[in-house]
């Protein structure tokens, strides 16, 4: 079957690190996306991982592992700006299937 | 980037009427596109996915005649919510992917359409 796994919300503190968990079981999977969305917007991409090991693109990192079914987002120097819902997204089948998300609150 | 533009903003309705959505892909050529619904603090539900010139695939549990998708040309795709209730009342989101355009990992998202039934 199909299913997939990531905190309902996390709270961090401005300038800190926080990583976003994603556990799935997805047949035909094809590589694991991460989304952000604001509220009242539409999501946009951040990033791709194909392979295991991790990419990094300015202050976000994901990561990958098939073997384990398991990749996270990794944010570093968070800004108030980066309060958003984050978004684990497997592709199978030409189609992404999105999670429920994840609430990031950031104090300051 | 590529841009993906829906039109209305946001629409309410009157129950039974019928409301056409609109989705544009302003600089590329969308062989695909995708419509996807989302209530309030839920995840996207995946509606149905588009390919230029062919009918629409349906996930399971959408209703093909209730949510009629067409997808003429390589840069438009529209939704047309027939008969509204208001349990219809969704943000509706459409995505696309295409010739230089990402792929199946990267998709572009519109800015979504907020839709009230009344």
């Known amino acids: 079957g199909q299913s997939l796994e990531q905190p309902s919300e996390v709270t961090a503190v401005e300038g800190a690190i926080v990583q976003i968990n994603c556990t799935y079981q997805?047949?035909?999977?094809?590589?694991l996306s991460w989304y952000q969305q604001h509220d009242g917007g539409a999501p946009t991409f951040l990033s791709y991982?194909?392979?295991?090991g991790l990419e990094e693109t300015g202050r976000f990192s994901s990561f990958l592992s098939r073997s384990d079914s398991y990749g996270y987002l990794l944010l570093q120097e968070l800004q108030m700006k980066d309060s958003a819902s984050y978004f684990c997204?497997?592709?199978?089948?030409?189609?992404?299937?999105f999670g429920k998300g994840t609430r990031l609150h950031i104090l300051p | 980037g590529a841009v993906v533009s829906q039109h209305p903003s946001w629409v309410i309705c009157k129950s039974g009427t019928s409301v056409k959505i609109e989705c544009r892909s302003l600089?590329?050529?969308?062989?695909?596109m995708f419509w996807y619904r989302q209530f309030p603090k839920q995840s996207l539900m995946l509606m149905a996915t588009?390919?230029?010139?062919?009918?629409?695939?349906?996930e399971q549990g959408v209703e093909k005649d209730k949510f009629l998708i067409n997808h003429a040309s390589l840069t438009l795709s529209t939704l047309t919510v027939t008969s509204a209730h208001p349990e219809d009342s969704s943000f509706y989101i459409c995505?696309?992917?295409?010739f230089g355009a990402g792929g199946v990992d990267e998709q572009f998202f519109g800015p979504g359409t907020r839709l009230t039934v009344l």
């Open positions: 991982n194909a392979l295991d």
């Open positions: 997805t047949s035909g999977f094809y590589g």
């Open positions: 600089d590329f050529q969308a062989t695909t």
């Open positions: 997204a497997p592709t199978r089948d030409d189609k992404i299937i």
């Open positions: 588009s390919n230029e010139g062919s009918k629409a695939t349906y």
């Open positions: 995505s696309a992917t295409g």
